[in-house]
């Protein structure tokens, strides 16, 4: 079991930037695939993004462009920034890892994008 923990979120206003962290206990984060998903009210959880364990990346359509996910497999941390940020942004963040087939959440994280 990995413990996952996200850090970052808050309010921004729109156009605005915020990084999200998120920590892992795990001793060998560097063998972890990671991802961001994200879920706002009344909506499915969607995928963000998401980090090979050779650094290769991939993004959801609606955030290419404006967000980036990097890990820093030293700290064991997964980060996303977040720039140009919209109102549909708005959501919770929630980490994710796996290695093998045993998925990982973490508690998540609230971001709100308004003015």
């Known amino acids: 079991q990995v413990q996952l923990v996200e850090s970052g979120g808050g309010l921004v206003q729109p156009g605005g930037s915020l990084r999200l962290s998120c920590v892992a206990s795990?001793?060998?984060?560097?063998?972890?695939?990671m991802r961001w998903y994200r879920q706002a009210p009344g909506k499915q959880r969607e995928l963000v993004a998401g980090?090979?364990?050779?650094?290769?990346?991939n993004y959801a359509e609606s955030v290419k462009g404006r967000f980036t996910i990097s890990r820093d497999n030293a700290k064991r941390t997964l980060y996303l920034q977040m720039n140009s940020l919209k109102v549909e942004d708005t959501a919770v963040y929630y980490c994710y890892a796996i290695r093998g087939s045993t998925p990982n959440w973490g508690q998540g994280t609230q971001v709100t994008v308004s003015s």
């Open positions: 980090i090979s364990v050779g650094g290769n990346t």
């Open positions: 795990a001793f060998k984060f560097s063998e972890y695939v």
